[in-house]
Protein backbone atom coordinates (compact mmCIF):
# COMPACT_ATOMS: atom_id res chain seq x y z
CA UNK A 1 0.00 0.00 0.00
CA UNK A 2 3.04 2.43 0.72
CA UNK A 3 4.35 1.50 -2.47
CA UNK A 4 1.38 2.91 -4.47
CA UNK A 5 1.00 6.00 -2.29
CA UNK A 6 4.42 6.59 -3.51
CA UNK A 7 4.11 5.64 -7.08
CA UNK A 8 0.46 7.91 -6.81
CA UNK A 9 2.36 11.07 -4.92
CA UNK A 10 5.17 10.72 -8.24
CA UNK A 11 2.55 10.99 -10.81
CA UNK A 12 0.73 13.39 -8.94
CA UNK A 13 4.12 15.73 -8.61
CA UNK A 14 4.90 14.52 -12.72
CA UNK A 15 1.70 15.76 -14.09
CA UNK A 16 2.03 19.02 -12.07
CA UNK A 17 5.52 19.69 -13.59
CA UNK A 18 3.98 19.09 -16.80
CA UNK A 19 0.98 21.94 -16.52
CA UNK A 20 3.69 24.11 -15.09
CA UNK A 21 5.80 23.46 -18.46
CA UNK A 22 3.17 23.76 -20.74
CA UNK A 23 1.59 26.79 -18.58
CA UNK A 24 5.13 28.60 -19.36
CA UNK A 25 5.40 27.55 -23.15
CA UNK A 26 1.54 29.17 -23.28
CA UNK A 27 3.24 32.57 -21.40
CA UNK A 28 5.80 32.51 -23.49
CA UNK A 29 3.72 32.48 -26.74
CA UNK A 30 1.52 34.92 -25.58
CA UNK A 31 4.58 37.45 -24.94
CA UNK A 32 5.40 36.98 -28.25
CA UNK A 33 1.95 38.23 -29.09
CA UNK A 34 3.22 41.71 -28.38
CA UNK A 35 5.97 41.39 -31.33
CA UNK A 36 4.22 39.07 -33.44
CA UNK A 37 0.52 39.41 -33.49
CA UNK A 38 0.38 36.44 -36.01
CA UNK A 39 -2.11 33.21 -36.50
CA UNK A 40 0.77 30.99 -35.89
CA UNK A 41 1.75 32.70 -32.78
CA UNK A 42 -1.83 32.57 -30.80
CA UNK A 43 -2.38 29.01 -31.73
CA UNK A 44 0.40 28.09 -30.25
CA UNK A 45 -0.48 29.84 -27.40
CA UNK A 46 -3.30 29.08 -27.00
CA UNK A 47 -2.48 25.28 -27.85
CA UNK A 48 0.31 25.15 -24.81
CA UNK A 49 -2.52 26.81 -22.30
CA UNK A 50 -4.94 24.17 -23.36
CA UNK A 51 -2.41 21.21 -22.87
CA UNK A 52 -1.37 22.79 -19.46
CA UNK A 53 -5.07 22.89 -18.52
CA UNK A 54 -5.39 19.22 -19.55
CA UNK A 55 -2.75 17.96 -17.28
CA UNK A 56 -4.87 19.90 -14.17
CA UNK A 57 -7.87 18.18 -15.68
CA UNK A 58 -5.78 14.66 -15.20
CA UNK A 59 -4.88 15.35 -11.68
CA UNK A 60 -8.42 16.50 -10.73
CA UNK A 61 -9.87 13.34 -12.57
CA UNK A 62 -11.92 14.85 -15.11
CA UNK A 63 -13.18 13.02 -17.61
CA UNK A 64 -12.78 15.13 -20.79
CA UNK A 65 -8.88 15.28 -20.07
CA UNK A 66 -8.16 13.26 -23.01
CA UNK A 67 -10.06 15.56 -24.99
CA UNK A 68 -8.44 18.38 -23.93
CA UNK A 69 -5.05 16.77 -24.78
CA UNK A 70 -6.01 15.73 -27.91
CA UNK A 71 -7.27 19.70 -28.83
CA UNK A 72 -4.50 20.73 -27.44
CA UNK A 73 -1.57 19.14 -29.39
CA UNK A 74 -3.76 19.66 -32.58
CA UNK A 75 -3.91 22.99 -32.04
CA UNK A 76 -0.14 24.07 -31.16
CA UNK A 77 0.63 21.77 -33.81
CA UNK A 78 -1.39 23.41 -36.72
CA UNK A 79 0.21 26.83 -35.27
CA UNK A 80 3.86 25.21 -35.17
CA UNK A 81 2.99 23.84 -39.27
CA UNK A 82 1.69 27.05 -40.35
CA UNK A 83 4.90 29.05 -39.20
CA UNK A 84 6.84 30.83 -41.41
CA UNK A 85 10.70 28.84 -41.91
CA UNK A 86 13.79 31.04 -41.46
CA UNK A 87 14.96 30.56 -45.16
CA UNK A 88 17.77 28.70 -45.54
CA UNK A 89 19.97 29.58 -49.21
CA UNK A 90 18.06 27.29 -51.27
CA UNK A 91 20.24 24.49 -52.93
CA UNK A 92 17.01 22.30 -54.04
CA UNK A 93 13.36 22.11 -53.45
CA UNK A 94 12.22 21.85 -50.40
CA UNK A 95 8.34 21.49 -51.63
CA UNK A 96 8.08 17.62 -50.54
CA UNK A 97 8.80 18.36 -47.39
CA UNK A 98 6.43 21.21 -46.81
CA UNK A 99 3.96 19.25 -48.02
CA UNK A 100 3.77 15.74 -47.52
CA UNK A 101 2.76 16.12 -43.69
CA UNK A 102 -1.19 16.78 -45.37
CA UNK A 103 -1.01 13.12 -46.22
CA UNK A 104 -4.33 10.97 -43.92
CA UNK A 105 -3.77 13.47 -41.27
CA UNK A 106 -7.71 12.76 -40.72
CA UNK A 107 -6.58 9.16 -39.45
CA UNK A 108 -3.97 10.16 -36.89
CA UNK A 109 -4.95 9.38 -33.09
CA UNK A 110 -4.10 10.99 -29.95
CA UNK A 111 -0.90 9.23 -29.29
CA UNK A 112 0.62 10.39 -32.53
CA UNK A 113 0.05 14.12 -32.46
CA UNK A 114 2.51 15.15 -30.34
CA UNK A 115 5.01 12.81 -32.90
CA UNK A 116 2.90 15.61 -35.49
CA UNK A 117 4.09 18.48 -33.30
CA UNK A 118 7.40 17.08 -32.22
CA UNK A 119 8.11 16.67 -36.76
CA UNK A 120 7.02 20.44 -37.21
CA UNK A 121 9.72 21.54 -34.30
CA UNK A 122 12.36 19.18 -36.29
CA UNK A 123 11.12 20.83 -39.44
CA UNK A 124 11.89 24.08 -38.53
CA UNK A 125 15.05 23.72 -36.70
CA UNK A 126 16.40 21.66 -39.57
CA UNK A 127 14.79 22.82 -43.03
CA UNK A 128 15.09 26.32 -41.45
CA UNK A 129 17.40 28.03 -39.16
CA UNK A 130 16.06 27.85 -36.18
CA UNK A 131 17.90 25.40 -34.38
CA UNK A 132 17.18 25.66 -30.99
CA UNK A 133 13.62 24.55 -31.83
CA UNK A 134 15.18 20.76 -31.78
CA UNK A 135 15.11 20.21 -28.58
CA UNK A 136 11.30 20.68 -28.40
CA UNK A 137 10.91 18.02 -31.29
CA UNK A 138 12.81 15.21 -28.76
CA UNK A 139 10.87 16.60 -25.94
CA UNK A 140 7.83 16.14 -28.30
CA UNK A 141 8.68 12.32 -29.81
CA UNK A 142 9.53 11.23 -26.09
CA UNK A 143 5.82 12.52 -25.10
CA UNK A 144 4.64 10.29 -27.95
CA UNK A 145 6.05 7.13 -26.31
CA UNK A 146 4.12 8.60 -23.49
CA UNK A 147 0.97 8.63 -24.85
CA UNK A 148 1.58 5.19 -27.07
CA UNK A 149 2.22 3.72 -23.61
CA UNK A 150 -1.54 4.97 -22.51
CA UNK A 151 -2.87 2.19 -25.00
CA UNK A 152 -1.82 -0.58 -21.79
CA UNK A 153 -5.22 0.26 -20.92
CA UNK A 154 -6.26 -1.92 -23.90
CA UNK A 155 -5.53 -4.70 -22.30
CA UNK A 156 -6.37 -4.70 -19.11
CA UNK A 157 -9.39 -7.03 -19.29
CA UNK A 158 -6.61 -9.88 -20.87
CA UNK A 159 -7.78 -12.99 -19.30
CA UNK A 160 -3.66 -13.60 -18.87
CA UNK A 161 -2.52 -12.46 -15.93
CA UNK A 162 0.66 -11.64 -16.90
CA UNK A 163 -0.54 -9.05 -19.38
CA UNK A 164 -2.85 -8.01 -16.68
CA UNK A 165 -0.21 -6.67 -14.38
CA UNK A 166 1.97 -5.18 -16.68
CA UNK A 167 -1.24 -3.36 -18.25
CA UNK A 168 -2.91 -2.49 -14.80
CA UNK A 169 -2.35 0.39 -13.11
CA UNK A 170 0.96 0.33 -10.86
CA UNK A 171 2.22 -2.34 -13.85
CA UNK A 172 5.43 -1.99 -15.61
CA UNK A 173 3.70 -0.23 -18.42
CA UNK A 174 2.21 2.54 -16.05
CA UNK A 175 5.62 2.84 -14.64
CA UNK A 176 7.22 3.32 -18.61
CA UNK A 177 4.78 5.67 -18.94
CA UNK A 178 5.50 8.04 -16.69
CA UNK A 179 9.03 7.88 -17.22
CA UNK A 180 8.43 8.54 -20.67
CA UNK A 181 6.14 11.32 -19.72
CA UNK A 182 8.62 13.05 -17.14
CA UNK A 183 11.65 12.57 -19.49
CA UNK A 184 9.33 14.23 -22.78
CA UNK A 185 8.22 16.65 -20.15
CA UNK A 186 12.19 17.55 -18.71
CA UNK A 187 13.08 18.41 -21.76
CA UNK A 188 10.38 20.95 -23.14
CA UNK A 189 11.21 22.34 -19.63
CA UNK A 190 14.70 22.98 -20.24
CA UNK A 191 13.67 25.00 -22.97
CA UNK A 192 10.65 26.99 -21.80
CA UNK A 193 12.32 28.04 -18.48
CA UNK A 194 15.68 29.03 -19.90
CA UNK A 195 13.64 31.25 -22.50
CA UNK A 196 11.55 32.40 -19.29
CA UNK A 197 14.64 32.90 -17.69
CA UNK A 198 15.90 35.19 -20.65
CA UNK A 199 12.85 37.58 -20.61
CA UNK A 200 12.54 37.84 -16.74
CA UNK A 201 16.22 38.66 -17.33
CA UNK A 202 15.26 41.43 -19.96
CA UNK A 203 12.76 42.40 -17.85
CA UNK A 204 14.67 43.37 -14.85
CA UNK A 205 17.71 44.99 -16.65
CA UNK A 206 14.93 47.27 -18.55
CA UNK A 207 13.30 47.98 -14.85
CA UNK A 208 16.97 49.12 -13.21
Not at 41 to 48: E, K, M, Q, R, T
Not at 101 to 130: A, N, Q, S
Request: aromatic share 16%; proline share 2%.
Amino acid sequence: MEKYLILENIRFVILLFGALTFGGMSWLYFDAIAVKKQLNVWLSAIGSAIIAIAFLAVILGIDWSTNLRFLGYLVLGVGVWIKPMSSRPKIGSTEVVNSFWLMEIKTWMLPLLPGWVGLGYFRLGTVGLERHLSRLGVGMYLLLVAECLEYRKLFVSWSDPRIYLAASEFGLFWMLHLVFLFLGLLVVATWVFSYLLKRFETQLTLLL
